[in-house]
């Protein structure tokens, strides 16, 4: 079935540091993927919606300078935070579908990002 | 998107069916119910989804009543491996559609 990888699955760094994670579609394009945090014992909210070749759509109280998203592929998006701060420390997921087709969404196993 | 209502709560014996409800008595004509997981520290696992038939595969059944309002996600002979956060989601079926994750069922099966 259509997996989705996410890597790093854990980032431990100093404050003030800017942190990439991947989101890659390994067997299927996908036009758009989606960013969600998930901070503890909270349900995932989405961040942002990243949308290949074109720029993301983010939601309200999402800042689009603090996470860059970039999806320069069909099987690739990037979010990148910048300028990382304790309070940006959370999980972070990524899910995507396959392009026209009837298949549900799939999530990376999620990155759990640390920031001393 | 509708919005879904579920327990906060259940617990099962393991090897015994777990049966989880979802209220969505705002649900339109043209929304799917989608049914995925969450095991602690790991994305969301894909489970089941339906329209308006009763769907099965090797995870689980989802039955949907005729009204559509509700549907019930049921995992036949429950698992340690099974214990997990479940979130019953509804929405449009499109590529371009995020899910909209509500609070879920913490589901616990107990030896």
């Known amino acids: 079935g259509a997996v989705v990888s996410q890597h790093p699955s854990r980032v431990i760094c100093k404050s003030g540091t800017s942190v990439k994670i991947e989101c890659r579609s390994l067997d299927f394009q996908a036009t758009t993927m989606f960013w969600y945090r998930q901070f503890p014992k909270k349900s995932l909210m989405l961040m942002a919606t990243s949308n290949e070749g074109s720029k993301a759509t983010y939601e309200q109280g999402v800042e689009k300078d603090k996470f860059l998203i970039n999806h320069a592929s069909l099987t690739l998006s990037t979010l990148t935070v910048t300028s990382a701060h304790p309070e940006d420390s959370s999980f972070y997921i990524c899910?995507?579908?396959?392009?026209?087709?009837?298949?549900?969404?799939?999530f990376g196993d999620g990155t759990r990002l640390s920031i001393l | 998107d509708a919005k879904t209502t579920q327990p906060t709560s259940m617990d099962c014996a393991e090897g015994r069916a777990a049966n989880l409800p979802c209220n969505h008595s705002?649900?339109?004509?043209?929304?799917?119910v989608y049914w995925y997981r969450q095991i602690h520290s790991q994305g969301p696992q894909y489970i089941i989804h339906?329209?308006?038939n009763n769907e099965t595969n090797e995870m689980a059944s989802l039955i949907i009543t005729e009204d559509r309002k509700s549907s019930t996600l049921i995992l036949p002979h429950a698992t340690l491996r099974d214990t997990a956060v479940y979130y019953c989601?509804?929405?449009?079926?499109?590529?371009?559609?995020?899910?909209?994750f509500g609070g879920g069922t913490r589901l616990m099966v107990k030896p």
């Open positions: 705002t649900i339109s004509g043209n929304e799917y």
């Open positions: 899910s995507a579908r396959q392009v026209d087709s009837n298949q549900p969404q799939h």
């Open positions: 339906g329209l308006k």
């Open positions: 989601i509804v929405r449009v079926d499109s590529a371009g559609n995020m899910l909209t």
